[in-house]
């Protein structure tokens, strides 16, 4: 027979994340409804929260980079089959990194670079040691989680101690001199971090697409046994994936601080590194999806604010918008490869 | 069912009854795995299923056991048409399947295996432990429901899935290759069991590559090729096994070895050291086996074991360029854990590996995945099944030798296609994934790789396994080829005569040891001494 058996049309893999985000708004619309606002009214203020104007143009991308940083952090590992649930750690450890530098030395042109460069240090330490210890049986989710609790209660205690501004009433540090600063333009909305993302995303496309490394990451990520028989060394190559990965992670936390809040707080970040976990799923570890999902991502933060305040919703409703997607995509690609077996056999 | 333990004494033999396949159906994307089979399949007969790999028999079997949903086609027992969705389905119209790998769960008993498949939990235990021990024994073996499956042999375990289905009343018990994971002398005893079983009643389809087998223990054979059935013979006919081979293969070359295998392998005979075509060109030299060419690999007291596989006690050995070092043995007595060794994927703790006179330990990843070849007995371990047969093919490329630019990876893709059709790897092209091809494919995937990239080195362990005999054939001449361009081979099989016709010298492994080499005059009966030798 011909064409007509080759079995009913089949969504695209790269599609699947795509439709269901869209599925995901289209589940938020009764809750919507039940917290109040009409659920036209309550698109209309996310949407006007990112492109009302410039300023929320700046404020959506402001908040879409540590995504993209982030989201290249937990997709480079994950390409090796590692999950990097670290990311929240890793950026907040850049971060305190950057704060250090930045408020010890007034800085000046380029000197945003040197806090850069160390927290990407700094953090890829941390990664790298989450990948190490998996060569001694302990999984990388497990201690990346747990670094993300070290990380967070060291900020914490250092924020109780010599980290805080003593002008400040509350618990933060001091900010970052100007010379560290990174700044915006076109009227000064439109972060320069923008660029920073951009020069990242290509330097991590080339890095997993057209080197040996990265090929051999991805052989990593697809077979344990495959890699071994090619003469890849799976403790070393897990090291070196958490540690990069644990390094564009930092960067997320540093770029964040030195081109929006300028200090570190106890709320400096509001779950970057396990959104930006959803982002590289949602990316399917490859490296420039990440980018418009944590677009997608950093509309709905930016937006949550102004529902908040003009719709009076719950903010958290937009948490359910991060997270539906999710669970769709993952019941998806779960129910494919369940599909896969049964068909496919041995 | 229930009914089984009322019946006292011999049961009488089953009715016989007639399963009919007609205008079966199942395409995989472009893959015409199954166009259009029409079979019958009879209780009280033994019906063989033979083709080449990729020709279908696995397919037909799944579509009938419920493991693939058929695109088309009808299914009748008895006349009556049935729908197979799943296996229960399967088992409910009376077919039994044995797979060539057990699907018994290896930590329980074949007791605890029966009760989990019969998914009643509250059917007493001993009962079934009876019924067990009686269809063993009216198949006429012994069965001891007691024992843990992990501790008996392939052999035991066909047996016991065969005395399961014959418990569970099926009239048609279906084994998938049965006889290509069994010794000589068990193949011997499970042709007998198919006389036990035909003589009850029941019917026997048995898939297999080997022509001989085939002809001499079925009463009838289909013959598949390219998904469809081909030829048809019934026992008693005059079989033209030259005209035999044309149906398999499909084209009209005749195989000279492939009909020497049928009528009694040349190769076995004592005092036929190799005579094969590729030897002519380097002259009488190498079984003179002193000038043959400089040592280039040498295995020095190698001790130790790895952490999945067994020990290596003192392995000594040396290949010399342009050679084939055979290695006999039963099957995981050490073969594994040499072809790690050789490889460098694993580093024993005494002794060591020189290649040209260096440790192996000593070179770089890069420089060893371009000198060694490596063509593993499982394919998992050298293909990665979500990859494309391109990416397949340049995986070490990519991963050591030259990095993974646009240009070159559409370089790559257009050579693959060159590889696939050198190869003969049946494929819906080069950006197919290699999950979807079946598993004889995805070994020539590994072997094109390999082969390529002309090692100073080649490991290839049971590299003709699950091939049929054309395939087996080819693999052979490639490796041979390759010897003869300077490479040096081991070349590991459980198959005697294999062995022989490929190597120069054969080297035996025993526990983990290397209980001789044959240089001179390799005969099975001395490899079989050399097999039977504990130090």
């Known amino acids: 027979m011909s064409a007509g058996s080759r079995g009913r049309a089949r969504v695209p893999d790269a599609a699947v994340p795509v439709l269901a985000i869209l599925a995901s708004l289209v589940v938020l619309a009764p809750l919507v ?4 606002a009409g659920f036209a009214e309550g698109y209309k203020e996310l949407f006007k929260a990112s492109f009302g104007s410039m300023v929320g143009v700046g404020s959506w991308l402001t908040s879409s ?5 982030v989201g290249l952090g937990v997709a480079l590992p994950y390409r090796a089959g590692l999950f990097n649930l670290g990311g929240e750690g890793q950026l907040l450890t850049g971060a305190l990194v950057g704060v250090y530098i930045g408020t010890a030395f007034g800085g000046g042109p380029g000197a945003f670079l040197l806090p850069l460069v160390a927290a990407f240090g700094s953090a890829a330490a941390l990664g790298a040691v989450a990948g190490w210890l998996k060569a001694w049986g302990m999984h990388e989710i497990v201690t990346t989680i747990m670094f993300n609790f070290i990380a967070f209660f060291s900020l914490t205690f250092l924020l109780r101690g010599g980290l805080k501004d003593p002008d400040l009433p509350y618990a933060a540090s001091r900010a970052v001199s100007d010379g560290f600063r990174i700044g915006r333009f076109a009227g000064d909305d439109i972060p320069y971090g923008i660029f920073i993302a951009l020069v990242v995303v290509a330097a991590t496309t080339c890095l997993v697409d057209y080197t040996r490394l990265g090929w051999r990451l991805g052989v990593l990520g697809q077979s344990d046994a495959v890699a071994v028989r090619q003469g890849i060394n799976l403790a070393r190559s897990r090291t070196v994936a958490m540690a990069l990965g644990g390094g564009l992670a930092g960067l997320g936390g540093v770029v964040e601080l030195l081109g929006n809040q300028y200090r570190i707080g106890a709320h400096f970040s509001p779950g970057w590194g396990y959104i930006a976990f959803v982002v590289a799923l949602l990316a399917r570890g490859k490296m420039l999806p990440v980018v418009p999902f944590a677009l997608y991502f ?5 937006g949550e604010v102004r529902l908040q305040a003009i719709l009076g919703l719950p903010g958290n409703l937009v948490l359910i918008l991060v997270a539906a997607p999710v669970i769709i995509v993952a019941a998806v690609y779960g129910f494919q490869a369940y599909r896969r077996t049964v068909r496919v056999g041995t | 069912m229930g009914a089984a333990t009322d019946h006292a004494g011999p049961v009488t033999a089953r009715e016989p009854s007639t399963l009919a396949v007609t205008g079966l159906h199942k395409h995989f994307g ?11 399949f009879r209780g009280g007969e033994v019906h063989a299923l033979l083709g080449e790999n990729g020709a279908g028999k696995s397919t037909l079997i799944k579509c009938l056991t419920g493991v693939y949903r058929p695109d088309s086609g009808r299914v009748t027992v008895d006349g009556r048409e049935v729908t197979i969705r799943e296996p229960a389905d399967s088992r409910e119209c009376g077919i039994a399947v044995v797979h060539q790998s057990s699907t018994l769960i290896s930590r329980l008993t074949l007791l605890e295996n029966v009760v989990l498949q019969e998914g009643r939990l509250g059917r007493i235990r001993s009962e079934l432990a009876d019924r067990l021990v009686d269809s063993g024994n009216r198949l006429g073996f012994a069965i001891d429901p007691k024992a843990r499956v992990e501790n008996l042999s392939v052999g035991d375990l066909q047996r016991a899935e065969i005395a399961r289905a014959f418990m569970q009343e099926a009239w048609l018990v279906i084994l998938d290759e049965p006889t290509a994971v069994l010794a000589p002398a068990e193949r011997a005893s499970l042709f007998d069991l198919f006389g036990s079983l035909t003589a009850q009643g029941v019917g026997v389809v048995f898939v297999t590559h080997h022509l001989a087998e085939a002809l001499s223990e079925s009463s009838r054979t289909t ?3 390219a998904g469809r059935v081909v030829g048809r013979l019934e026992s008693g006919h005059q079989v033209d096994e030259q005209e035999l081979v044309r149906l398999i293969v499909g084209d009209d070359a005749p195989h000279p070895s492939l009909v020497g295998e049928v009528s009694g392998s040349p190769l076995g005979a004592p005092d036929a050291p190799r005579t094969g075509e590729g030897a002519s060109s380097d002259g009488a030299g190498i079984d003179g086996a002193g000038d043959a060419g400089e040592v280039r690999v040498e295995v020095r007291g190698v001790s130790g074991a790895p952490l999945w596989g067994r020990a290596l006690h003192n392995v000594d050995l040396a290949i010399r360029r342009g050679e084939v070092l055979g290695v006999a043995g039963v099957e995981g007595n050490g073969q594994r854990e040499l072809s790690a060794l050789l490889t460098g994927s694993w580093s024993p703790d005494s002794g060591s ?3 040209d006179g260096r440790p192996l330990a000593d070179y770089l990843p890069p420089e060893r995945s371009k ?14 099944g979500e990859l494309s047969v391109w990416e397949n093919l340049a995986l070490g490329t990519f991963a050591w030798q030259e990095a993974p630019t646009p240009g070159r990876k559409a370089l790559r893709r257009r050579s693959a296609a060159d590889l696939v059709s050198e190869f003969d790897i049946r494929t819906a092209g080069v950006n197919a994934a290699v999950r979807q091809l079946s598993g004889g494919n995805r070994r020539r995937v590994i072997l094109a790789r390999e082969l390529s990239k002309h090692p100073v080195l080649l490991v290839a362990t049971y590299p003709t396994r699950g091939l049929d005999v054309r395939s087996a054939e080819q693999v052979r001449s490639w490796v041979r080829r390759l010897a003869d361009g300077g490479s040096s081979v081991v070349y590991m099989s459980t198959e005697l005569e294999e062995i022989i016709e490929v190597s120069d010298r054969v080297a035996v492994m025993v526990r983990g040891r290397v209980s001789g080499v044959l240089s001179e005059a390799i005969t099975i009966g001395g490899i079989g001494n050399l097999m039977l030798q504990e130090r």
């Open chain 2, 223 to 225: 013959v598949l090729r």
């Open chain 1, 298 to 302: 950093g509309f709905l933060q930016n």
């Open chain 2, 30 to 40: 472009r893959v015409r795995a199954n166009d259009g089979i029409d079979v019958t």
């Open chain 1, 65 to 69: 980079l540590p995504l993209v940083l």
């Open chain 2, 371 to 384: 000198l060694v070849g490596d063509v593993p007995d499982d394919h998992f371990l050298a293909t990665c």
């Open chain 2, 353 to 355: 590996v020189l290649l």
């Open chain 1, 33 to 36: 409804q039940i917290g109040g």
